[in-house]
């Protein structure tokens, strides 16, 4: 277990990496032209870019659709600038969403000025949750000091019956399972994208289990992302001859990361997946 202080300066440093960076993602990154800050899914029936990168909403969709209640309310775990905020605010659905980035809140509350959509600047591991039908996140959960909280605090807030939806990255293995230079990048990883959760898939099932969260469907999108597209080349091949240049900056940081991320996944030490929680107690 953590000391209080260290758990305080890894939520700080969530905060301050997101209030710092945000505009560059959105400025370079693979969907930030959009609104995005996570990753496209290229699935069979994905053909471009804006559906890639809505392609985890549309699986959302359609599990809001099977819960067949009169207009749901959605919690958005880690809701970033908006993105899934303004996809859910055409259907007849009530969405609320939680970040805990200033910058991040401000321009999400901007999409949803117009709307019934409301935005938490909160941590969602530890603030009072609105009860909720269906929560999702993606690509957030992984910046949680600990699971433990996070999962009894969803497990208050969602009704039963109502479902948890998660899209992120995992562990293929226990990291004590790797061998000194996997470990190196995975460190690198987690250190560069603030990520202190990034647990096997397996280990992340009990701790939600626990809280009376049944997992009822799950998928690995692995091979559905792209992982050679120029622009991860490039940054491959700085990194080949600068990565080792000691710069402190947390921007140099986070492209050793993304870095480190591409890695990872294409040496199968890591995994993107998707899977559903229903609340069964």
């Excluded at 497990?155 to 790797?178: K, T, W, Y």
């Excluded at 009822?216 to 050679?228: A, C, F, G, I, S």
């Excluded at 900056?249 to 998707?274: D, H, I, M, P, V």
Aim: glycine residues 8%.
């Amino acid at each position: 277990m953590r000391q209080a202080a260290e758990l305080k300066s890894v939520h700080e440093s969530v905060i301050e990496y997101y209030e710092r960076h945000t505009p560059f993602f959105l400025r370079v990154g693979e969907g930030g032209d959009q609104g995005h800050i996570h990753r496209g899914v290229w699935a069979a029936e994905v053909s471009s870019s804006s559906q890639a990168l809505n392609y985890v909403y549309s699986r959302i969709a359609q599990r809001v659709d099977a819960l067949e209640l009169q207009r749901p309310h959605l919690l958005d775990l880690g809701c970033g600038v908006g993105s899934g905020l303004r996809y859910f605010i055409e259907r007849d659905v009530q969405v609320t969403g939680v970040t805990i980035s200033p910058t991040q809140a401000k321009m999400a509350r901007r999409i949803s000025a117009d709307s019934p959509a409301d935005v938490l600047c909160a941590d969602f591991a530890s603030a009072a949750l609105p009860l909720c039908d269906l929560m999702y996140a993606v690509e957030s959960l992984v910046h949680a000091n600990e699971l433990e909280p996070v999962a009894q605090n969803i497990s208050r807030s969602l009704r039963m019956g109502g479902e948890l939806v998660i899209c992120d990255d995992f562990l293929a293995q226990p990291f004590n399972h790797l061998n000194t230079s996997e470990q190196c990048i995975v460190e690198c990883l987690k250190r560069g994208w603030q990520i202190p959760s990034l647990n096997t898939w397996d280990s992340f099932k009990i701790v939600f289990e626990a809280q009376g969260l049944e997992l009822v469907h799950t998928e690995d999108w692995t091979p559905l992302l792209k992982l050679d597209r120029w622009r991860d080349k490039m940054l491959s091949m700085v990194m080949r001859f600068g990565g080792h240049l000691p710069f402190q900056s947390s921007l140099w940081g986070s492209w050793k990361a993304g870095n480190a991320l591409r890695q990872t996944l294409q040496e199968g030490l890591t995994q993107y997946r998707f899977g559903v929680w229903k609340k069964v107690r």
